[in-house]
């Protein structure tokens, strides 16, 4: 199965070579970044390393950076796509395990779940804020959707190729709530979804929203999951449910 690992990159200059080493060889058959108009260098050192190349010649956000990396990996003839942020915050390594589980029809879906113990995580420099809104957004997730996910908020992500074609993730926000809404719209599609757990650095150079952002995606979280109860009962009908046409 040819394995594409996406990189949705954003001023990942300094961090783009320590985590494309850490990739473990013979996981992955190519690599795809796509830049979302970064101020920094990180074209060229993406070029340098050798990756093949996309960039947007403006801002399109997080969710549009996304939709850049699927649509590229899904015409190089992906079997399996690997979201990997390129700040280094995740550990590269679990990758196999990610794929594994995919290619021996396990999970559509898998994650890297950076929750192992509140002690280890709030230790790793989460900040207390993010942990317990991780915590209350999972849990209300997982009660609602009828999933059983350590995490819905991973970066971290693995996808066969049917997922991405069977979710219509092209009508999903550009903004930071696209992570949830893929992942709700794949839980009332009935794919299997699964995490693994995966250490996680915070430091200067990885990436992270601030209080208010995090704040509109929390809030806009719990707006797509009253869209999946609406939709579900039946009693308003959204697009974003049904499957992709391709």
């Not at 200059?13 to 795809?32: F, H, Q």
């Not at 989460?126 to 009828?146: Q, S």
């Not at 991405?164 to 893929?182: A, G, K």
Request: proline residues 4%; positive net charge; aromatic residues 10%.
């Amino acid at each position: 199965m040819k394995t594409i690992v996406v990189l949705p990159a954003y001023n990942a200059e300094k961090t783009l070579a320590r985590t494309v080493a850490d990739l473990p060889r013979g996981s992955y058959d190519d690599i795809i970044l796509v830049d979302d108009a970064s101020g920094d260098n990180t074209v060229g050192e993406a070029r340098r390393l050798g990756i093949k190349t996309f960039a947007h010649e403006k801002n399109r956000g997080y969710g549009g950076n996304q939709k850049t990396c699927y649509t590229e990996a899904l015409k190089l003839g992906a079997d399996i796509v690997v979201m990997l942020h390129p700040d280094f915050q995740y550990d590269p390594r679990v990758v196999p395990y990610m794929t594994g589980l995919i290619k021996d029809k396990v999970c559509d879906i898998v994650l890297g779940n950076r929750i192992r113990t509140r002690r280890e995580t709030l230790s790793g420099g989460m900040p207390a804020y993010k942990y317990f809104a991780n915590r209350f957004l999972t849990m209300t997730e997982n009660f609602i959707l009828g999933e059983n996910m350590g995490e819905f908020h991973s970066g971290l992500r693995a996808f066969n190729r049917a997922a991405l074609e069977r979710i219509d993730w092209t009508l999903n926000s550009d903004d930071f709530v696209f992570d949830q809404e893929i992942l709700i719209q794949a839980a009332y599609l009935g794919l299997k979804m699964g995490d693994v757990p995966v250490p996680t650095k915070y430091f200067e150079e990885a990436s992270s929203i601030d209080f208010w952002r995090s704040v509109k995606y929390g809030s806009a979280t719990l707006v797509t999951l009253g869209k999946y109860i609406l939709h579900k009962n039946s009693l308003l009908k959204y697009k974003m449910f049904a499957p992709r046409k391709i």
